[in-house]
């Protein structure tokens, strides 16, 4: 049974469909896919390409990541300032990193809207993702969850996005390695991670769930240099809001990936 097909099989014995592209970050050649062109739900994927537009922004002198921000917790998300009772003050970067590592939904609205939907696609065009749209921000997502009005992407997209973050195209070499430092703190472990767990192996990633959509994108970095970029988007008709098996298999299908790549 090839590689692909172990793929589709864990999916489907987790009840899920699933997408899937892995890439070998240092020779981008070699590659593993599962339907890596399919368009997918982001859901909080989409904060991935709003940190790579902040930081590109910095880069450009059109802001300072010190920019002090007030926010106000809407109650949207699970975490993070969204369900804090107070005003926080936060700089722009910290926003970010609450963004990120927790998936903080007031964080995320309030970067998004001092960027603006527009420059978040325009920067998104500049590094190639042509199947990819940012159409709204997490009080959009759940504004218009009931019309299908969410961020959208490809597998093979978000893999080219993390790939020029890890190879500092995405920003300049500085930049890069601060959204890298960023990616490597988030706080989830059953997902991505799941499929390697070792200290010898570093996930760095960022998850992204919906009723019924369980995603991660992320890169494993192993102690001899080898660093790939996986993307891992599923679907189910269960609308629970856990579902272990299905992070789970998202971390199985990670990693027979990466075996696969590593393998040659």
């Known amino acids: 049974m090839t590689a692909d097909e172990r793929i589709a099989r864990t999916f489907a014995r987790a009840g899920a469909t699933g997408t899937l592209h892995a890439v070998d970050i240092d020779d981008p050649g070699r590659s593993l896919e599962l339907a890596p062109d399919e368009p997918v739900v982001m859901a909080s994927v989409f904060k991935l390409a709003v940190l790579a ?5 910095s880069d450009a002198g059109e802001l300072d990541l010190r920019e002090r921000v007030v926010v106000v917790g809407d109650e949207l998300g699970l975490t993070g300032i969204s369900q804090l009772r107070d005003p926080v003050e936060m700089s ?6 609450s963004m990120m590592t927790v ?9 998004f809207d001092r960027l603006g939907e527009a420059a978040i696609n325009a920067n ?8 990819t ?4 921000c997490c009080r959009d997502m759940f504004a218009a969850a009931g019309a299908g009005l969410l961020p959208r992407t490809t597998a093979r997209d978000m893999t ?10 995405a920003a300049a070499p500085a930049a890069c390695a601060e959204m890298r430092r960023v990616l490597g703190l988030q706080v989830w472990p059953h997902r991505l991670a799941s499929g390697f767990p070792s200290d010898a192996i570093h996930v760095s990633g960022k998850t992204g769930t919906w009723p019924g959509i369980r995603n991660e994108v992320g890169v494993v970095e192993y102690a001899d240099g080898g660093r790939y970029a996986v993307a891992v988007f599923t679907t189910t008709e ?7 098996e299905i992070d789970h298999a998202i971390g199985t299908a990670g990693r027979i990936a990466v075996d696969a790549l590593r393998r040659g």
């Open 124 to 131: 998104l065009r500049r590094l190639g993702l042509e199947a």
């Open 103 to 111: 998936s903080d939904c007031s964080a995320a609205d309030a970067v």
């Open 160 to 169: 080219r996005l993390l790939t020029a973050i890890w190879r500092d195209a």
């Open 238 to 244: 269960r609308q629970a809001a856990t579902a272990p």
């Open 133 to 136: 749209v940012v159409d709204g």
């Open 53 to 57: 537009q902040l930081f590109r922004a």
């Open 92 to 97: 722009l970067r910290d926003l970010a990193q």
